[in-house]
């Protein structure tokens, strides 16, 4: 994925300063973030269970955790991910809400970031395709097989 926040590395460094008066601290530290372009990439290992489903892996090219809640027959999702634990102050906390309209459309909202104060709501649609659809569009899948 391409996320328009970029990938950031922060790097602190102390700055030492004459104190221009007697009440200016002598040190003071200055935090620099800079921002990058980069892909970021997710793989992850699941295991559903009853109404729910386990992830462990990599996501968003760091650590994370997932836990998928299916209901309604499959027809609504509550998916929650935990991610880039350690590179910010708490872990990057995402939560969406799915519910499939029509036959492998569905509605999703949510939230991203919750915990560090640059949440991010979204809406949004969605086409789910399984192995057997995607064996029919993709000809090196089999779809061409008689």
Do not use: C
């Amino acid at each position: 994925m391409d996320d328009p926040r970029g990938s950031e590395r922060t790097r602190r460094e102390t700055v030492f300063q004459n104190p221009a008066g007697e009440d200016d601290p002598p040190v003071y530290t200055r935090t620099t973030i800079t921002r990058s372009d980069a892909l970021r990439f997710t793989i992850m290992l699941a295991k559903r269970v009853s109404f729910a489903t386990f992830r462990v892996g990599i996501m968003e090219s760091t650590g994370g955790l997932g836990l998928d809640l299916h209901i309604l027959d499959d027809r609504f999702e509550l998916n929650i991910d935990a991610f880039a634990i350690g590179v910010q102050a708490l872990p990057r906390l995402r939560a969406r809400l799915n519910f499939e309209l029509v036959n492998r459309f569905w509605l999703v909202a949510g939230v991203d970031d919750a915990l560090n104060g640059t949440r991010d709501v979204f809406l949004g649609l969605m086409l789910r395709f399984n192995d057997d659809d995607l064996k029919g569009i993709l000809p090196f899948a089999g779809g061409l097989a008689p």
